[in-house]
């Protein structure tokens, strides 16, 4: 029962964070060129310092051979979702600017913005190395396959990126560029001076609040009135919130990962739809608001499903 | 010799994260925008609730029955500031439009952008308490003397509010207000629920990384090629960063303030020009670009007299 409530008051907190966010969106305060700014701030700046600070924090050298079967096992588990979701997508029969944005959201999981300030909350710093090794697993996939995915679901003319331009794309991407710092680090044994990782720290205090402000805002533009259970948003909720969790289980007990990683990676395979689905999206010509209205739903959605989650892994 | 050292590794911590505003004004990613919704998010959101935690872990009901004897010592020490500038400008014979920019600005110093930061990083946490009860005579000061003298060099048509007027713009100031909850939550011996007091830590934490991107993004809307000892400056700088905290000295020895609270005052003393005054002066038709140029100037000054200054505190 102390999960629970422990669960519950986690997932309260950052709900009050959010609602931060909401209310300033509503009060005039934030618009769409705030929202930029957030997001290119905690994405480019904040996370990354965030990754180091977590990994040489809570890391050290032996710990880092481990984390490669865990990638292996998060991978696997990713990949089936995303399975499942195509799957289901065949058998809804959804419209062609529907189809691929609802096999991405179905698939892969907010690692970050949600994932780490609530596994944050969940388990205590200790937790973000394995947030990382998951993180990790998942962009491989958002920067390829959802790409892909929401890409044969627009209207804009497809270019072949190539696999060079794919593996350019994930590995200047500012997050996995502070994880490699952070592996780098601790492979060398280096330990940063003091004073680099105090400032490390103040930015990476930002992250917690920016992040989740950013999520409260994105409710508000969606606006709490369109949010109605369109056609398939049912099923991606199903598969989202409750079958990833339990194929990411299922492969643990396989793999054998056990204790806190199993869990940071339970609950981060049950997290919302990713939040760059939704711009994508836009960019793309697909659905874009079945696309926000799918991650809205599916963030109100989490906090209801994480609490219960908590107890059955406690 | 450590205090030194630690003074200058906090100070140039600071100026690091002043360094992030200042480039990503350069990059293009922070405009006049986003730098609005920063002041406004630290000044109403973020900092009253730093305000709230800080007074309930660092104080108890006792040590409020003696705060009015620093809270005299505050408006006494800004007060004698204030006069003092007030007559340099008048020795100077400066032109209308910058004589009471001037005194404004060797007379009330940044309590919130640059005070808090300061504070948390040399005093920690504990010193927050103390710099409450100089902000409190501060913000009175800068309400009263510093928007009148900014007035009285504007073209803009003076409108006298009042005393009604007066203190109502003094107490519905957000950081006044969030004082006063401490403060009365302390008087009634009540502390909120856990979960409140972390969703506050984590809106507070971000004062710090926040205010000084602000700061930094100032510095570079100004320019640094702008920055020149105008007529007044270099005397203003005087009163600012050396002669207020000398005089904030004797008034803290002749009401026996001691300890931490008289170490925070003394450096919050010798802090940077109020960063209202140059919006102050925009408003009020004033000289804006010397106010702009002094705020600066006594940013960067402030990096070399705040190690000096702790060294004879410490």
């Known amino acids: 029962m102390a999960e629970f409530f422990n ?44 990754c180091i600070v977590g990994l040489v924090n809570n890391l050290n050298h032996d710990d880092l051979l481990q984390a490669g079967v865990m990638m292996g096992s998060a991978m696997v588990s990713i990949a089936l979702t995303l399975l499942l979701g195509a799957g289901a997508a065949v058998l809804l029969k959804l419209p062609k600017n529907q189809w691929g944005v609802f096999v991405s959201m179905a698939g892969t999981s907010n690692t970050l913005f949600i994932g780490l300030p609530l596994s944050t909350q969940l388990f205590g710093e200790v937790c973000i190395p394995f947030v990382m090794v998951y993180y990790l697993s998942s962009s491989m996939f958002t920067q390829s396959l959802v790409v892909l995915l929401v890409e044969r679901s627009g209207t804009v003319e497809r270019k072949g990126v190539g696999l060079v331009g794919l593996a350019k794309d994930i590995f200047t991407k500012p997050p996995i560029l502070g994880v490699l710092a952070g592996v780098l680090m601790l ?76 869990n940071v990676f339970i609950v981060e395979a049950a997290l919302p739809v990713v939040s760059q689905i939704t711009v994508m999206a836009g960019a793309y010509g697909a659905d874009e608001e079945y696309a926000a209205i799918g991650s809205c739903l599916s963030m109100l959605g989490c906090f209801f499903t994480i609490p219960v989650l908590m107890v059955l892994l406690g | 010799m450590t205090v030194f050292i630690n003074a200058v590794s906090a100070v140039f911590m600071l100026f690091m994260l002043m360094s992030v505003g200042y ?95 300061v504070t948390i990083e040399l005093f920690g946490q504990r010193g927050v308490p103390a710099l409450m009860l100089y902000f409190l005579p501060s913000a009175f000061w800068t309400q009263t003397a510093a928007v009148m003298l900014v007035e009285r060099s504007g073209s803009a048509v003076p409108q006298t509010p009042g005393i009604k007027g007066l203190a109502r713009d003094l ?47 100032v510095v570079y809307e100004v320019g640094l090629k702008n920055l020149r000892l105008l007529r007044g400056i270099p005397a203003m700088l005087m009163i600012r960063l050396l002669i207020s905290p000398v005089l904030c000295l004797g008034v803290c020895a002749l009401f026996g303030v001691e300890g931490v609270e008289r170490g925070v005052f003394i450096i919050i003393a010798a802090l940077p020009v109020a960063s209202q005054i140059p919006v102050m002066a925009g408003d009020f038709g004033a000289d804006e670009e010397y106010a702009a140029i002094g705020a600066c100037l006594s940013m960067l000054g402030c990096f070399i007299t705040v190690p000096i200054l702790m060294l004879l505190v410490g």
């Open chain 1, 7 to 50: 669960a519950v008051a986690a997932v309260l907190m950052l709900f009050s964070l959010m609602a931060v966010g909401y209310a300033l969106g509503w009060m005039g305060w934030m618009t769409a060129a705030e929202k930029k700014f957030i997001s290119r701030f905690v994405v480019n700046i904040a996370v990354p310092f965030n």
């Open chain 1, 187 to 262: 492979v060398l044994d280096i330990q940063p001076p003091a004073l680099f990782m105090k400032f490390a720290g103040y930015m990476s205090n930002t992250v917690t609040p920016l992040a989740l402000m950013y999520c409260g805002f994105i409710v508000y533009e969606v606006g709490l009135k369109k949010l109605r259970f369109l056609r398939g948003i049912p099923t991606m909720l199903v598969i989202r919130l409750f079958l990833s969790p339990l194929i990411c289980m299922g492969l643990c007990l396989l793999v054998g990962i056990d204790g806190l990683a199993r």
């Open chain 2, 23 to 117: 480039i990503l004004g350069w990059m293009g990613w922070l405009t006049s925008t986003e730098k609005r919704f920063i002041s406004r998010f630290v000044v109403n959101i973020a900092v009253p609730a730093n305000c709230i935690v800080s007074l309930l872990n660092n104080l108890e009901w006792k040590d409020l029955t003696r705060s009015w004897i620093p809270l005299l010592a505050g408006t006494l020490s800004i007060g004698m500031t204030l006069v003092l500038s007030i007559a340099a400008a008048k020795a100077l014979k400066l032109p209308k439009n910058q004589w009471g920019v001037f005194a404004a600005m060797a007379g009330v110093s940044n309590t919130i952008f640059i005070g808090l930061p």
């Open chain 2, 171 to 217: 107490l519905t100031k957000p950081p006044v207000i969030g004082v006063m909850i401490g403060m009365g939550l302390l008087v009634l011996n009540w502390r909120p629920p856990e979960l409140a007091m972390t969703f506050l830590s984590y809106i507070s934490n971000t004062v710090t990384t926040l205010a000084l991107i602000y700061c930094g993004f």
